[in-house]
Each structure stands twice: as C-alpha cells, then as structure tokens.
C-alpha cells in the first residue's frame, strides 16, 4: 500500500506489470503455436472441399477420398475438437492464484493518485484537456487519456465526494467520446462501462447536475440505443429511494464543509498562487536582497567561499548553493530508500498519535548522522554556514515526494512544549538540503512571505522559525508544493534552540510581536 506516495513504490508496481506481461505473453505464445497447427490441418481440409466442389460426383467416387472423408469425419474432428479445447485450457492466467507474491495497489493508492492528478489540476490551474492529453504546462509528456480512462476518474472522485472535479472529468470523457471516430474499434464499448454511465447518470441526475447527467445519458445512448428501454420503465432499480439520496448528500456537504474550510481561504489561495508563481515581490521587497560570497563562520571558507542567495531578511531565509555532489546525494538516497515510510502529521496538538493524512503526501526516512560520513560533513557545513551549533539537531529526514506529492502549509517548530525535549529547546532551525532537482512544481512555498523557492540539486535552504526571543515566528508558515512533473528529493535538518545562545543572542527587546497576527489561519 502507499505506493502513490513515493517514486520508489512505483517502480515495484512496474515490475508487477512487467511479470504479468512477460507471463501472458508466454502463455499467448504456446497457444499461438496450437493454433497454427489447427490452422494448417484446417486449410488442408479446405482443400479437399476446393477440389471436391469443382465435380462431387467425381470427388466422391475416389475410393481414397471416400476414407478420408469417414476418418477425418470420425476422428480428425474430435481431435481437433481437443487440440481447441487444450489451447483454450492452456491459458492459464490467474492473476491471484500465480502471482500471489507480487505488489499490487490498494484502492486507497488508486484513490490517491486519483487524488494527486486533481490536486495538481487545481493547484496549479491546469486545463483538463490539456492533462487529459498527456501536456503539463504546454509540455506534452506522455500519452493521452482514453475516453474510459477519463470516466473512470470522473467516477471515481464521484465516489470520493469530490463533486466539483467529477464534473470536469465527466464532461472531458464525453468530449473525447464525441470525438472518438465511429470507425475506431473501441466504438463497441463494454457493456461494463456503459452500466457504469448509466449509474453516474442517474445519480448526478438526483443531485441536480442535469446538464452532466443529460449530456452522459447521450452519450450512452449513442453507444447502446437499446438502453432507452430501461429508462421509462420507473423501476426500483433504477430510482433509489430519494430518501437515501439526499442524506448522502448532507453527508457529503458537511464532510466538504469541514475538510476543506481551509482550501477555501484566502490563505490557501495565496499559498496556491505563490507556487504558481503568480506571485511577485515587489522592488521594495526584492531590493535589499542580495546574492553574494560569504564565508560563514569558517576560516577555510575565505578561500572557498559559500555562494549565498537570500530570500527574506526578516525573517531570514536564505539559501546556500552547491553544498552537496551529485555523487554523494546518490549515496545518501540509497542508503534512505529501505526505510521510506508514508510521512505522518500530528493528529492533534497535545496527541502524540501520528496519522497518515492527504496533508503531507511523501515519504520518508530518518537517518542518524552517524550512518555515513557524508551525513557528518552536512552537519559541519551546516554549522560551518550558519555559525549554529549542531548538538541538538533531530535525525536527517529525507522525504521523496511522487508526482502530485505536498505538504500543505505549516510550521516546523512545536506549539506544545510537550513535542519537544525541555533541555533540547525548541526547533529554532530548518535546513532543507534538496536532494534533487524537480521538472515542474514541488517548490518550497512561503505563502505570508510571498516566495517560493524551486528545488535545485545539491542547494541547502534555510531559516529560523523562531524570533531571537525564541518565541514562535508565525510568518515562517511555509509548505511544499505539489510535484507536477518529477520526484522531489528533500533532506531536513531541525536545528534545535537550547545551544544557540553565543551564536544568535537574543536582542534587548522582545521581537515576537511582530508575527503574532499571522498565527490565526485567515
Ligand atoms: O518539501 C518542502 O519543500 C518543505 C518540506 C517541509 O516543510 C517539511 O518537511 O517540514
Ligand atoms: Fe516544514
């Protein structure tokens, strides 16, 4: 299960598929063999009959054409009777029972890559055509969606309650339906997709999207004009009770309502806009700004300077480029992809219960720093960077990310005091090494802040989520975009307070006021 989570569950899924080909096609191929061979033995009595039509009589007073008529009759027949019956024994395809042993995805992971491929059509305003035909951001990927293939996610964020987007997705189907040409072999649809058209109708019909529900019935009639029949029949069937209909509907609205109160602020549009890139700081803003060679807090750093590029002074956010090879970036995600697991949220401030949730989509796994020597080295340039003290740093998290992948805004530091060890302080620090870079998408966004920072290989982003009064700085809200083209590789690092009193002293006055605003979701 989760395989949509991560790149690295799919490649098993592909090798899945990859069995079950390679094992029909052999199947295909010894049953290809039995049939040549009935092939032949059936053109060769095709023959006979050719020669035996041109004169009957004279065919059927040749003694030697008489047996073989009565053999073949008698016994080539049965046999070829049981060669046909042995090839059609010989397939033998079971999905379940031979390839018990193989991965195969839950519903939940199909749900969740359903899931995905909406998230990125609405985060990032795509057109459904355009990502019905394979095109991300006039890019064209891959190939294009069948008809059946847009139904069936139509039907399936039907079922998920996402009644918006079933919509879309219907009418794209229908679209592409319409401009299926008749001559096509799939014309003759399978009497399973056309039932399927029928239920979605009738169901959309009750929750009063006629235009959809007109437009499917069409369409369905077109591929079987017999199905009329059932329509003015007015049977149990095909009118469940009204009753049940709309206190599902209830449920649905109330279940939107409550998930999705925060997709539908301000906040989250900003957030949404921010990793579209639609959003641009102003030149007062971007002016005090600056990219520029700096050594740190290290004295062999004047001879190797650190490229810095900064973002944001207050808070400060900023990022230090090419800080890991290629090579050693490599060995650190082999050395994470046995143990990536579904990353997980608090479920509740003050629970310590963990839960999967559709809010962070990604995988990870926690390293400790002394696995391998380059894990040393991150910390000692980090440290080197930044001028802060690495003894209370958490494990190195590295997280992937699939397509469709994000992590919803949040912050990193602990509202509880609980989520946090007293002595270690809170996480006044992240460090984000991008461990990858990403074709399209999966930025890491700053929606209050108004930046968004694309993922390049081997570049370390960091800030302080803190105030130098160590109070929280809510205006760190921050989040990871959705992928839409690519895998997102991330390794972070929490750098914790209670050793950073020489290497970011706190000033005179308390500067926590400045952010608290931002603490209420908008
Ligand atoms: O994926 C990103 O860019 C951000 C990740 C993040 O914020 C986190 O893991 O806490
Ligand atoms: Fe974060």
């Not at 069995?19 to 092939?39: G, H, P, V, Y």
């Not at 060769?44 to 009759?73: C, D, F, W």
């Not at 109070?471 to 975009?481: V, Y």
């Amino acid at each position: 299960s989760d395989y949509f989570s991560s790149i690295t569950g799919l490649e098993q899924l592909l090798h899945t598929e990859h069995t079950l080909m390679s094992d029909l096609n052999a199947q295909l191929a010894q049953a290809r063999t039995i049939l040549k061979q009935l092939e032949k033995e059936l053109a060769a009595i095709e023959v006979e009959h050719a020669l035996a039509a041109r004169g009957t009589e004279n065919y059927l007073t040749n003694p030697i054409n008489i047996y073989r008529l009565m053999k073949r009759l008698h016994n080539d027949w049965s046999q070829l009777e049981s060669r046909a019956q042995q090839m059609s024994s010989q397939i033998h395809f079971n999905i379940t029972q031979q390839h018990y042993e193989l991965n195969f995805p839950s519903q939940e992971d199909v749900d969740g890559a359903a899931l995905a491929l909406v998230r990125l059509q609405s985060t990032y305003k795509l057109d459904v055509a355009q990502v019905a035909a394979g095109i991300l951001n006039g890019i064209k990927y891959g190939t294009d969606m069948s008809w059946q293939d847009c139904f069936v996610l139509g039907q399936q964020l039907f079922e998920m309650e996402d009644y918006n987007n079933t919509k879309v997705w219907l009418r794209e189907s229908m679209e592409r339906l319409r401009r299926h040409q008749p001559g096509q072999q799939s014309s003759a649809a399978e009497p399973a997709i056309v039932n399927s058209m029928e239920t979605v109708a009738k169901s959309l019909f009750q929750m009063g999207d006629f235009d959809t529900a007109y437009e499917l019935s069409q369409r369905v009639l077109e591929l079987d004009p017999s199905r009329i029949r059932n329509w003015h029949l007015g049977d149990k069937a095909a009118k469940p009770s009204s009753n049940q209909g709309d206190e599902s509907d209830e449920d649905a609205a109330a279940q939107l309502q409550q998930t999705d109160a925060y997709k539908l602020t301000q906040e989250f549009e900003q957030y949404e806009k921010v990793c579209r890139g639609e959003v641009i700081a102003s030149p007062a803003q971007q002016r005090p700004l600056r990219c520029r060679y700096t050594h740190g807090h290290h004295a062999y750093r004047v001879l190797a300077p650190l490229k810095l590029e900064e973002h944001h002074l207050d808070p400060l956010v900023v990022t230090f480029h090419d800080m890991l090879s290629t090579q050693k970036i490599a060995e650190l995600r082999q050395m994470a992809v046995p143990h990536m697991k579904r990353s997980t949220v608090n479920q509740m401030r003050g629970s310590s219960h963990r839960m999967k949730s559709a809010f962070r989509v990604s995988k990870n796994a926690w390293l400790a720093y002394n696995t391998h020597p380059t894990m040393g080295r991150m910390l000692r340039d980090l440290h080197d960077a930044t001028g802060l003290d690495m003894t209370y740093c958490e494990q190195l998290q590295v997280a992937n990310y699939g397509v469709g992948g994000h992590y919803e805004p949040h912050w990193d530091f602990f509202r509880d005091t609980r989520h946090y060890p007293a002595e270690e302080g809170n996480r006044i620090a992240t460090a984000i090494f991008y461990l990858s870079d990403v074709e399209q998408g999966g930025a890491t966004a700053f929606p209050f802040l108004n930046f968004a920072v694309r993922p390049q290989l081997g570049n370390i982003l960091f800030w302080y989520n803190l105030h130098r009064s160590l109070d929280m700085d809510f205006r760190t809200k921050h989040a990871g975009c959705p992928v839409l083209k690519g895998s997102k590789w991330i390794g972070n690092v929490w750098i914790h307070s209670a050793t950073q009193t020489f290497a970011r002293p706190c000033d005179v006055y308390r500067d926590n006021e400045i952010s608290e605003d931002y603490q209420i979701i908008k």
